[in-house]
């Protein structure tokens, strides 16, 4: 990103604000509600365009997504909120991209899926609709659909894995699973993910550099060890969730 800004009304959501990540890289997006993170995630998935400013993925700039683009780039979005097609089962909703893509037979779709899920700690519910499940269950068929077909496409593509809360309203024990894929599709597809979080177990186990996102800008940037110790007044008030300090809530 460069001197990225997006505005809708007066106040600028980002303003100038300039970002690298490297080839593999794991960055975590914090800071409060109403920041901007969504808003950073959507630009990087071509939902949205910017005000002004520059943004490259994979050295190309970013456009707004089409459904006829023939060759866009391997960007996963885990939404904030599930986002499952509710007239759709769980299989067809993680097998959705396969199935428009992919001259594959059903049962080879159906292998997939069942790993996604499994991978995610779900099982025999791909018969299942949306509205049949938990919401934590619906968040977990969420990350199954955006890890489908990743690591294993054998060309010189790097996804870029885009997670919005992955963690938020799971059991701890889910949320490690999560926080260890991750961790793990990062590593296996050699992409590169970002992922927002008020979750200090996902922030400092899924990513390796943090930025604070306050007031349109990138307010602190660091390593997850950094994170940790820093007394920079923004990730203090951050980790400690005091109501004294540089943030103020947003409404
Ligand atoms: N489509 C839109 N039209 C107008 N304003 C928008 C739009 N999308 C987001 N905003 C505004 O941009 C700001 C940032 O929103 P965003 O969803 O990026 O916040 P966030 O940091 O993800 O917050 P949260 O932690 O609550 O999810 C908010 O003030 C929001 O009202
Ligand atoms: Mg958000």
């Known amino acids: 990103m460069r001197d990225l800004t997006m505005q809708w009304g007066m106040q600028p959501v980002l303003d100038r604000v300039n970002l690298v990540m490297q080839p593999g890289e794991r ?18 998935a071509g939902l949205q365009l910017p005000s002004s400013g520059e943004l490259r993925l994979f050295d190309k700039p970013q456009t707004y997504l089409r459904l006829d683009q023939t060759d866009p780039p391997d960007v996963r979005l885990v939404f904030q909120n599930p986002a499952l097609l509710a007239s759709l089962t769980v299989e067809q909703n993680v097998g959705f991209l396969l ?9 080879e779709i159906r292998e997939q899926v069942e790993a996604c ?14 509205g049949e499940l938990s919401g934590g269950m619906q968040k977990r068929v969420s990350f199954a659909r955006a890890m489908i077909d990743n690591p294993q496409r054998g060309d010189d593509a790097m996804p ?5 809360e992955p963690t938020a309203g799971l059991d701890p024990m889910a949320c490690t699973r999560i926080e260890d894929l991750i961790v ?3 590593t296996v597809a050699e992409g590169c993910s970002v992922v927002v979080s008020h979750v200090r177990s ?13 007031g349109g800008h990138f307010q602190w940037s ?5 994170f940790r110790r820093t007394d920079n007044p923004y990730v ?6 005091s109501l004294r300090g540089p943030m103020q809530p947003s409404h």
């Open 184 to 186: 793990k599709t990062t």
């Open 117 to 130: 899920l499994e991978a995610v700690g779900l099982f025999d519910i791909a018969h299942l609709y949306p």
């Open 236 to 241: 203090e008030q951050f980790r400690t969730g």
């Open 160 to 164: 870029l894995m885009l997670y919005d």
């Open 202 to 214: 996902t922030i400092e186990r899924s990513a390796e550099r943090v930025v604070m996102l306050y």
């Open 222 to 226: 660091g390593s997850v060890e950094e």
């Open 27 to 44: 960055l975590a997006v914090v800071g409060p509600s109403g920041a901007g993170k969504s808003t950073v995630l959507r630009l990087l």
């Open 99 to 107: 199935r428009k893509k992919r001259q594959l037979s059903r049962a």
